[in-house]
């Protein structure tokens, strides 16, 4: 079994309100996150997106800057975060994203017309953020090579029929487990 999918099985659960919310080191960075498995999470990336080409790894604040930061120590291909903060820059870009638990204001710097990006998150839940994301690129004349998470949550998504996007991994809550729902779920 691999580590990806033994981490979440073995992922602790705790309620919020009425949901049930795994606790994970890629999503939460606790447990701890053991370079073994962020190395693995980052061969599976390399293996199932085109990197050839790409000018760009563009990831939102703040839980994908690792896995981004490992694939591109793999790749060499330069990393983009996408900020919470405003820093007035020339052709910074400004998004509203919406989530199941939250809505801000997200800045986009040093992404232009015509670059190629690779867009990578953490976990895919509501779709608010990706899509936000997509969205703003979009309007910059970036082309998106990829959208990739690592975990998605079983469920429809904001990005369902609007961005093709690849997962490493679906899962569910059920019960107070992790479920895998599909080991190579791409949306």
């Known amino acids: 079994m691999d580590q990806l999918r033994r981490s979440l099985l073995e992922a602790p659960i705790i309620e919020k309100g009425e949901y049930q919310y795994f606790v994970h080191p890629i999503s939460d960075g606790i447990p701890t996150l053991h370079p ?7 061969i599976k990336i390399a293996r199932k997106v085109e990197l050839e080409d790409v000018d760009k790894i563009v990831t939102p604040a703040a839980m994908g800057i690792h896995i981004s930061t490992a694939l591109s120590l793999m790749s060499d291909v330069p990393i983009v975060v996408i900020r919470k903060r405003e820093y007035g820059l020339d052709g910074e870009v400004s998004l509203s994203q919406q989530t199941g638990y939250s809505e801000s204001e997200m800045f986009i710097n040093d992404v232009q017309e015509g670059d190629s990006v690779l867009v990578i998150d953490d976990v895919l839940s509501t779709g608010g ?8 690129l979009d309007g910059i004349g970036a082309e998106v090579s990829d959208v990739l ?15 093709d996007y690849k997962s490493l991994i679906n899962v569910r809550v059920e019960d107070g487990e992790v479920v895998i729902v599909d080991e190579d779920g791409d949306g």
Do not use: H, M, Y
């Open 129 to 136: 953020t990706l899509s936000a994301i997509c969205e703003a």
């Open 36 to 42: 073994s498995l962020l190395r693995e999470i980052s």
């Open 149 to 163: 998470t690592v975990i998605k949550k079983a469920g429809e998504n904001e990005l369902d029929g609007e961005v």
